[in-house]
T-cell receptor, first 114, second 118 residues
Framework: AQSVTQLDSQVPVFEEAPVELRCNYS??????LFWYVQYPNQGLQLLLK??????LVESINGFEAEFNKSQTSFHLRKPSVHISDTAEYFC????????????FGQGTRLTINP | EAGVVQSPRYKIIEKKQPVAFWCNPI?????LYWYLQNLGQGPELLIR????????DSQLPKDRFSAERLKGVDSTLKIQPAELGDSAVYLC????????????????FGPGTRLTVL
C-alpha cells in the first residue's frame, strides 16, 4: 500500500516570493506522481504529473516538481508566486502496475499575502 | 466541453435520514470514481467504475453506502441511514479509461457535494 505525507498543512508567503510545497511518499512498488490544485469553491484540477522520463516536470502556470526516487519525494516549487496561486495543493501517487487508484496526501493550503 | 457535474452542491440532513448524490461524468469517459474528503484531509477513494462495473469498492462501507452506474454514464451514491460522521465532501471524478488500468489517466473532478449531518 502507498501513503503520501505533505509535511506542511499551511504555507503563507508574500507575493513574488518563491515557495516549495513538500511531498514524500511511501510505496513498495514503483509509482506515478501527481500534484492537484483546488482553488476556492472549485473542484480539484491536475497541476502536473510525473509518469516517466525527465524527473523535472512543469505546469503551464510556472510550477515545477522534481521526482527524487532516493528520497521518495516530489516537492512542488514556484520561483515567484501570485495572489492567484492561493489554493490548496494535494500530492498523490498511484501504482504503476496497479489499478487506477490515487492515494492523496492531506493537502497544503498556500496563502499568498500582498 | 462540460466538466464533471455533481448535484446537489450542498445538503443538510438529520442523522438516520437517507441521502443521495448524483454525478454526470465528462462525455465519453468510461471510468468514474467516488471519493470522500473529510475536513483537512485529502480525498479517499470509495468506489471506481469501469463503464457499469464496480471494479474497486473495497473502501465503500457497504452496510450503509451504495452506488450504481446502471447505464455506464451517470452515477448515484447513496447513504442510508446517514450518521454524524458522514459529514464530509463527496467528490466525483472521471477519466477516459484508456490506460489499461495502469494509472496514467488524468482524473477530472467535479466540485463536490458538501454533506452536513445534524
Amino acid at each position: 500500500a502507498q501513503s503520501v505525507t505533505q509535511l506542511d498543512s499551511q504555507v503563507p508567503v508574500f507575493e513574488e516570493a518563491p515557495v516549495e510545497l513538500r511531498c514524500n511518499y511511501s510505496s513498495s512498488v514503483s509509482v506515478y506522481l501527481f500534484w492537484y490544485v483546488q482553488y476556492p469553491n472549485q473542484g480539484l484540477q491536475l497541476l502536473l504529473k510525473y509518469l516517466s522520463g525527465s524527473t523535472l516536470v512543469e505546469s503551464i502556470n510556472g510550477f515545477e516538481a522534481e521526482f527524487n526516487k532516493s528520497q521518495t519525494s516530489f516537492h512542488l516549487r514556484k520561483p515567484s508566486v501570485h495572489i492567484s496561486d492561493t489554493a490548496e495543493y494535494f500530492c498523490a501517487v498511484s501504482e504503476i502496475q496497479g489499478a487506477q487508484k490515487l492515494v492523496f496526501g492531506q493537502g497544503t493550503r498556500l496563502t499568498i499575502n500582498p | 466541453e462540460a466538466g464533471v457535474v455533481q448535484s446537489p452542491r450542498y445538503k443538510i440532513i438529520e442523522k438516520k435520514q437517507p441521502v443521495a448524490f448524483w454525478c454526470n461524468p465528462i462525455s465519453g469517459h468510461n471510468t468514474l470514481y467516488w471519493y470522500l474528503q473529510n475536513l483537512g484531509q485529502g480525498p479517499e477513494l470509495l468506489i471506481r467504475y469501469e463503464n457499469e462495473e464496480a471494479v474497486d469498492d473495497s473502501q465503500l462501507p457497504k452496510d450503509r453506502f451504495s452506488a450504481e452506474r446502471l447505464k455506464g454514464v451517470d452515477s448515484t451514491l447513496k447513504i442510508q441511514p446517514a450518521e454524524l460522521g458522514d459529514s464530509a465532501v463527496y467528490l466525483c471524478a472521471s477519466s477516459e479509461g484508456t490506460s489499461g488500468g495502469h494509472g496514467t489517466d488524468t482524473q477530472y473532478f467535479g466540485p463536490g457535494t458538501r454533506l452536513t449531518v445534524l
